[in-house]
């Protein structure tokens, strides 16, 4: 177990590096020459900028969100998220404007609604669906393992004999 | 003449398979040994055939040979000879005749290590390879000819695609191709036992290793086309549930399952029916996949061809491959018997579990990459199905499946009681329960700290498997240590180091995709910036020339806490036949982080908007796909699989070095 155990220490240390490596960079003011201007004027806002920009899809790309993606439309479309932000409109709001404009193919998260309930409900029906099929399996072996008569001792001998004269099909 | 040769030699490729499924199946099936004799020898001309097919397009490739449409429209004089190679399948016609060379190489493979198993079987599953081969044949030959002529020849090639610039994109296709196509070969060996009835643990044991060796170079396929998405697509994600990923993962996740069912059906004569039901799955799932990204059905960030005579050709095989062996198997199946027994807490249903978890993710990625077609095909709206929804449907299925991942090995076959299981497992439990404490303590999520707690699990449940072994040694440490490689089976071995390589790869994702931290900023040279508490100063940056486009170079000097670490060179290229621009992202790579700089676009005089992101652990993601493809490596080479062969001549030993060496 010794080993194990500084296993799991050395894991647990670098989970906690990484912690460390990711205090915020404010943390090191020290005289740097000048600390290069972030694009945006507000990092903060920027995050939820980008938060907001993961979830939508950026049209005029082959399959990109808004975040990642660098085209015309996704900078403009940024800029909006951006101003109805600073406008005091919530995410939610921001999502509705969108798909108002673009339709519901803007949305990586497809909205809940009659057309999509099979698509949202599908994994865990089918999830379900398989549980009982894999339970209504396993009864049934039982019950066909169960009902099968014990061998009588004249049988089991016969069968340990051919077992014996076939000697290749156990690993 | 290079075209018409070429062209040739896949005619008489077609011809060969088709002699090859029709004479061997007939053969087997009236037991006629002078037409199964014919499966061998035609499996290897068909090899031979299409091997110089392949090594005709590729002259042609690289002697930029323009009358041949493919090469006019995929190469160019200026693009760098192992690019012109790999631009073979850059293109449509040149990608599925490397498909048909996979296929061609698996045949022989078959027809060379199945020597010893009984001939009639043989005959059927190269039978099967054949009509397999001969469907894919037609198809080159009569939708994707890659000898088409252009005439007259173009005096210049329109170019690869840039993305497909890149060592990455030279070996991902080929990796891939062998891991869709090697499930052709598990496919063979369930309709060849379905056809001779002989459905039983022998079926199970010749055909594990195939499965397995296909499983690993999916793995590894899937692996470096997520690392190649990494560091070429320039925006630092690795994985985006795009419709053509999807295509990889859906085989992946069935041959998964079926490499574990596979497990049960020839230890213990279980889940028959279930496990040839997968291996009809899994290669059915890697056509569908060829359908979806050939068809052009779909629109991605992959999909390069697009011909609806295309889509309707493979559709068609497809339906005619799953519709034909689901109704041989519907036919076949109620024959075949039970196997061992096994109680409710056992190896055999916690394998059951996994399976049935696998089965269902499988299905809903299949769904979830389906449903827009559907809808939009059906004029119910258009609708994105995006990483949002697969996360919030993939995560909650796979929980469970991972958590069984770290029991499994330790239960015992038949009957394993859950105290027992408990007791064994409880410094696994500890330790998984500790590691999400800390990074909860960290501030890390709830969801976060869960996936700190799977990935820990089931790492520390694989070193419990070793440790129990090593438990009865006698002697001082080192020896102990040292007689470990023999302690189990390679197979063992390959098992507990797959699943290892889950817990590695589920700690490097969620690490990423807690602690990340990204930055863009406006830079000119002399600029600093900080972030993560390194400090990334841009030097200089300029323009040079490249053999086949302009390009813009930034030196970026990265230092922390005043020492330096390293120094980048992110660029931007121009890529002049295309006229497209390309960011080739600076990375540094590191044990517990990447640094990623790309650069963006220029704001004016020398200054750039510049993208700074610090990764930690991401590349543990890979690493994890690498330990679980070894694993398959090693499990595919256990004693067991080759003493059998050993027994055989001197010549079968040739071809076992030969095999090692594919």
Not at chain 2, 114 to 126: G, K, Q
Not at chain 2, 528 to 538: D, K, P, V, W
Request: proline letters at 5%; glycine letters at 10%; aromatic letters at 10%.
């Amino acid at each position: 177990m010794k080993q194990l155990q500084s296993l799991i220490a050395a894991l647990v240390i670098a989970a906690a590096g990484t912690a460390g490596a990711q205090a915020p960079t404010q943390a090191a003011p020290q005289a740097a020459p000048q600390e290069a201007p972030t694009i945006a004027d507000d990092p903060v806002l920027e995050q939820r900028v980008n938060k907001i920009g993961e979830e939508l899809r950026c049209l005029v790309c082959q399959n990109q969100t808004i975040t990642d993606s660098h085209a015309g439309l996704a900078v403009d479309l940024k800029n909006q998220i951006r101003e109805q932000l600073q406008a005091g409109r919530s995410e939610k709001q921001i999502i509705e404007f969108m798909v108002e404009r673009y339709g519901d193919f803007v949305l990586y998260r497809p909205p809940m609604k009659a057309t999509t309930l099979l698509l949202w409900a599908g994994p865990f029906v089918l999830l379900g669906i398989a549980i009982a099929g894999a339970a209504v399996v396993l009864r049934r072996r039982r019950a066909l393992a169960a009902g099968a008569t014990p061998l009588t001792e004249a049988q089991r001998r016969k069968a340990a004999q051919l077992l014996q004269d076939e000697p290749e099909t156990r690993s | 003449m290079i075209g018409e040769l070429g062209h040739f030699c896949l005619i008489v490729a077609l011809m060969l398979s088709l002699a090859q499924g029709v004479l061997a199946l007939a053969g087997a099936q009236q037991g006629r040994a002078a037409w199964m004799a014919v499966a061998q020898p035609a499996a290897q001309g068909q090899f031979l055939f299409v091997a110089i097919a392949f090594a005709l397009l590729t002259a042609a490739f690289v002697n930029n040979d323009f009358s041949l449409l493919v090469v006019a429209q995929h190469s160019n004089t200026q693009l760098p000879t192992p690019y012109r190679v790999a631009a073979v399948w850059g293109s449509h016609e040149g990608s599925m005749l490397l498909w048909v060379l996979m296929l061609a190489v698996w045949g022989i493979a078959v027809a060379m290590f199945s020597r010893r198993l009984p001939a009639p079987f043989v005959a059927r599953v190269l039978g099967v390879m054949g009509l397999l081969a001969s469907g894919f044949l037609g198809f080159l030959l009569f939708t994707s000819n890659p000898f088409t002529r252009l005439l007259p020849a173009a005096a210049e090639g329109r170019d690869l695609n840039p993305l497909l610039q890149d060592p990455g994109m030279v070996i991902h296709p080929p990796m891939l191709y062998m891991g869709y196509v090697g499930f052709s070969v598990a496919f063979a060996f369930a309709i060849a036992a379905l056809l001779s009835g002989r459905l039983d643990a022998t079926w199970a044991r010749w055909s594990r290793p195939w499965t397995t060796v296909a499983w690993m170079f999916l793995t590894l396929g899937i692996a470096i086309g997520s690392w190649w998405a990494y560091y070429e697509l320039g925006w630092g994600g690795w994985w985006f549930w795009d419709p053509v990923e999807n295509a990889s993962f859906l085989p992946w996740l069935v041959g998964t399952a079926l490499i574990h069912s596979l497990a049960v059906t020839e230890k213990r004569g279980a889940f028959r029916s279930w496990t040839v039901l997968l291996a009809i799955f899994a290669f059915s799932f890697s056509l569908l996949g060829t359908f979806l990204v050939r068809s052009g059905v779909l629109t991605s960030v992959h999909a390069f061809a697009t011909d609806p005579k295309r889509g309707v050709y493979i559709l068609a095989f497809l339906v005619a491959v799953v519709g034909g062996s689901l109704a041989l198997f519907a036919v076949r199946a109620p024959k075949v018997g039970l196997g061992g027994r096994f109680s409710t807490v056992s190896r055999e249903s916690l394998l059951l579990a996994n399976n049935v978890l696998l089965a269902v993710a499988a299905a809903s990625v299949l769904l979830g990459t389906l449903y827009p077609l559907l809808l939009d095909a059906l004029e119910l709206g258009k609708i994105s199905v995006g990483p949002p929804y697969f996360e919030a449907v993939f995560v909650p299925l796979m929980a469970p499946a991972v958590f069984l991942m770290g029991v499994g090995p330790l239960a015992r076959w038949k009957d394993a009681p859950v105290p027992d299981l408990a007791k064994r497992l409880r410094w696994a439990l500890v330790a998984a329960a500790v590691a999400a404490g800390v990074s909860l303590a960290s501030g890390g999520s709830l969801l976060s700290s869960f996936g700190v707690l799977l990935a820990v699990w089931v790492a520390s449940t694989t070193l419990v498997a070793v440790l129990e072994r090593t438990r009865n040694l006698q002697g001082s440490y080192v020896s102990r240590l040292a007689r470990l490689p023999r302690l189990l089976p390679r197979g063992e071995w390959g098992m507990l180091m797959a699943h290892f390589g889950v817990g590695v790869f589920i700690f490097g994702v969620t690490m990423v995709k807690t602690w990340e931290a990204e930055k863009d900023v406006k830079m000119q040279p002399g600029d600093t910036a900080t972030l993560g508490g390194y400090s990334f100063r841009m030097e200089s940056i300029g323009e040079y020339t490249g053999p086949n486009y302009l390009g813009l170079r930034a030196v970026v000097q990265i230092s922390r806490d005043g020492k330096e670490v390293t120094t980048m060179h992110p660029e931007k290229r121009l890529y002049t036949a295309q006229g497209m621009p390309m960011t080739e992202a600076g990375i540094n790579t590191g044990f517990t982080r990447d640094l990623y700089v790309s650069i963006g676009e220029n704001i004016g005089g020398d200054a750039f908007a510049v993208r700074l992101q610090v990764k930690p652990f991401v590349d543990w993601i890979w690493g994890g796909a690498l330990l679980m493809a070894l694993g398959g490596l090693l499990a595919a080479t256990d004693r067991r699989y080759r003493t059998a062969r050993q027994e055989k001549r001197a010549a079968a030993q040739a071809a076992l070095a030969a095999g090692a060496q594919a």
